[in-house]
């Protein structure tokens, strides 16, 4: 059970790193979210950025934005 839960949490810690390091990249002012004008020049449509904005809050966070490059 130990084995599993090790397992569990080092694939959880990649798949952030993963989200972190993308989200870093588009990120051109550095404030860990992610606008529509950084979408855009990332070439993410606005349709895109709309549907992966579960929250509705105008900006994308690593979770939203991984939903959709995934
Ligand atoms: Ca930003
Ligand atoms: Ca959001």
Same mark, same amino acid.
């Given at each position: 059970?130990?084995?599993? !839960? $090790? =397992? #569990? %949490? *080092?694939? %959880?810690?990649?798949?952030? /790193? $993963?989200? $972190? %390091?993308?989200? =870093?990249? !588009?990120?051109?002012? /550095?404030?860990?979210? !992610?606008?529509?004008?950084?979408?855009? /020049? =990332?070439? *993410?449509?606005?349709?895109?950025?709309?549907? /992966?904005? $579960?929250?509705?809050?105008?900006?994308?966070?690593?979770?939203? #934005? %991984?939903? *959709?490059?995934?």
């Amino acid at each position: 059970m130990k084995k599993l !839960i $090790a =397992a #569990l %949490a *080092i694939s %959880a810690f990649s798949f952030t /790193a $993963a989200q $972190a %390091a993308e989200l =870093a990249e !588009i990120d051109s002012d /550095a404030n860990g979210m !992610i606008s529509m004008e950084e979408a855009k /020049a =990332a070439n *993410i449509t606005e349709e895109a950025f709309s549907g /992966a904005d $579960a929250d509705k809050d105008g900006s994308l966070n690593a979770e939203e #934005l %991984a939903s *959709i490059s995934n």
